[in-house]
């Protein structure tokens, strides 16, 4: 079973002081947050990818 976790608010996403990833806070728990890590490049080449096919 997948769980998907939507992220609703801007202030959820921010990026690294790198510029090279996108971190995401995607849950709030008692004994801490939650987060996924995504490189800027990955979401780049699959934005093309997708860009590409149409």
Do not use: C
């Amino acid at each position: 079973m997948s769980i998907w976790y939507s992220v609703k608010d801007k202030e959820d996403v921010a990026i690294s002081e790198d510029g090279k990833s996108l971190e995401i806070l995607f849950e709030k728990r008692y004994d801490g947050n939650h987060y996924v890590e995504v490189p800027v490049k990955f979401i780049q080449e699959v934005v093309n990818e997708k860009t590409n096919e149409n």
